[in-house]
T-cell receptor
């Protein structure tokens, strides 16, 4: 069975600085997708970024980028120029390439942004 | 222009009651999901429907019964509510295909007293 692990329950970053959130996963599949979701205090789950396993190039969305290391089964999220609005809980998620569709989530990392 | 909506947003009820949560999506997606987020913020899939057909049914008590009247709606009915059912329930939807990126509703916070 696939598992996703986020080993950092809490992280903090100074406004305008860069922070990296860690995520590792375990799978025997070769075809899968990885996602980072953000959950602010409003509780809404917001997609931040996504990565296809077969793509070697790391995904980037504005200030958000990932470091995808397939052999190491690592999928970290880097937030550059952190803003106060980035404060939230961040979830790493795995989806199999088969058609089951379910997301398997990590435990989440709470990010605090200090002004 | 809410993409995935849920009603109600908050639900407070007594143990033993029966309650329903409704979900609607206007994204034209063919797959819908229910996730449960517990008090420790852990998110886990409960059910998934594709074109009104149940395709994922995780180990959920049979007091929970999903119903999908059409592709745009997925409701969750819970019988004989227990204290441990208190959680936030998220509905999500996606379109079959390569990404199948899931878009989430705002969540329904259920508190069982």
């Amino acid at each position: 069975a696939q598992t996703v692990t986020q080993s950092q329950p809490e992280m903090s970053v100074q406004e305008a600085e860069t922070v990296t959130l860690s995520c590792t996963y375990d799978t025997s599949e070769s075809d899968y997708y990885l996602f980072w979701y953000k959950q602010p205090p409003s509780r809404q789950m917001i997609l931040v970024i996504r990565q296809e396993a077969y793509k070697q190039q790391n995904a980037t969305e504005n200030r958000f980028s990932v470091n995808f290391q397939k052999a190491a089964k690592s999928f970290s999220l880097k937030i550059s120029d952190s803003q106060l609005g980035d404060a939230a809980m961040y979830f790493c998620a795995y989806r199999s390439g088969s058609n089951t569709g379910k997301l398997i989530f990590g435990q989440g990392t709470t990010l605090q942004v200090k002004p | 222009d809410t993409a995935v909506s849920q009603t109600p947003k908050y639900l407070v009820t007594q143990m033993g009651n029966d309650k329903s949560i409704k979900c609607e999506q206007n994204l034209g997606h063919d797959t819908m999901y229910w996730y449960k987020q517990d008090s420790k913020k852990f998110l886990k899939i409960m059910f998934s429907y594709n074109n009104k057909e149940l395709i994922i049914n995780e180990t959920v008590p049979n007091r929970f019964s999903p119903k999908s009247p059409d592709k745009a709606h997925l409701n969750l009915h819970i019988n004989s509510l227990e204290l441990g059912d208190s959680a936030v329930y998220f509905c999500a939807s996606s379109q079959s295909g390569d990404w199948e990126t899931q878009y989430f509703g705002p969540g329904t916070r259920l508190l069982v007293l």
